[in-house]
């Protein structure tokens, strides 16, 4: 069985886990497995759904008396690890490869990603792009704030009808004010030499 922590939240009230049964902690560590199973199963959702979208698009342009239609970009949050931005933030390099940043496969060319650092807020966006030598994802950054303490804090976030992720990555819903929250967020403290 694997490590329980010290305590757990029920229903608004705090358990020590050294008082629970033996059984009580078969069933604890029975949810934290179901939870990292629908955790995993909304991942793969998202891949799915993305790999979807884009099937969907290629016939739609596959149709005779169909203009080939751009999508419009797809926006999205994504979370990068706290220990990781700590110690590389600002970012250097004006790309990164998203895989620094924890990202799956499931981002295509041309979208739009916020990246978000918990306990502090928005910190930066870019649009994702092909790198010519890797032929891996980077984004191509197009706003970072110059410290973590300057990013946009989550409490904000509401003024745009958004909330901060819940996940690793999550498409942003279309009723989001995407261009007051990119405004918001550029109007932080930024770091200099971005190419726009």
Known sequence: MSELPKSIVLEGRRYPTWVLS??????????????????????RLAFYSAARDECKQQLLNKL??????????RYYWQTAPLEWAQSHWPVKA??????????????????????????????????????????????AWRFMVAELKEALPAKALSDFSVRHPNRASQMLPPTV?????????EARPAVQNIIK
């Open 64 to 73: 005779p008396g169909k203009p080939a239609a751009s999508p419009a970009p």
């Open 22 to 43: 033996a059984r009580a902690r078969e069933c604890l560590a029975n949810i934290y497995r179901v939870d990292n199973h629908i955790a995993e199963l909304r991942q």
């Open 94 to 139: 004006p790309t990164l490869n998203l895989h620094c940043l924890g990202a799956t496969n499931h981002y295509r060319e041309d979208d739009r990603i916020l990246v978000y650092v918990k306990g502090h807020g928005a910190v930066g966006w870019g649009i994702v792009q092909s790198d010519n030598h890797s032929k891996q994802l980077c984004v």
């Open 177 to 185: 004010d995407i261009a007051g929250l990119l405004q918001a967020l």
